[in-house]
């Protein structure tokens, strides 16, 4: 048995929560927050069995794709007092999906 834990982008997850439900997993969704932008993300917890691994993953690469995003950073101003910054617009890739995949040595349920 193996458990998957998925961390995916908001804007992805409540797709994949249903394609994973409809395709027979079991989904327990955890709300968390990225440490680099600071956004929403969440959290998937999925146990399955050892056989259903590659289309549990290949699952979540269908749903979850990259994308790139402007989002604002701060620079140190030149020439000004040391603690002045000015907002400055960088662009990133957001969304797809971090996966690990770790085995179970027992899974009871109640």
């Known amino acids: 048995m193996k458990l998957v834990i998925a961390i995916v982008q908001d804007?992805?997850?409540?797709?994949?929560?249903?394609?994973?439900?409809?395709?027979?997993?079991?989904?327990?969704?955890l709300a968390t927050t990225g440490g680099f932008l600071k956004a929403g993300n969440t959290t998937l917890?999925?146990?399955?069995?050892?056989?259903?691994?590659?289309?549990?993953v290949g699952l979540i690469e269908k749903v979850c794709k990259s994308r790139r995003q402007?989002?604002?950073?701060?620079?140190?101003?030149n020439g000004?007092?040391?603690n002045m910054y000015a907002p400055y617009p960088i662009e990133v890739t957001?969304?797809?999906?971090?996966?690990?995949v770790m085995s179970v040595d027992k899974f009871v349920k109640f």
């Open 11 to 29: 804007e992805d997850s409540s797709r994949l929560i249903t394609t994973m439900m409809n395709e027979g997993f079991g989904v327990t969704k």
């Open 45 to 56: 917890l999925i146990g399955l069995e050892d056989d259903k691994l590659d289309t549990c």
């Open 70 to 77: 402007i989002t604002t950073t701060t620079m140190p101003m």
């Open 80 to 82: 000004t007092a040391s």
């Open 94 to 100: 957001v969304g797809g999906a971090t996966i690990f």
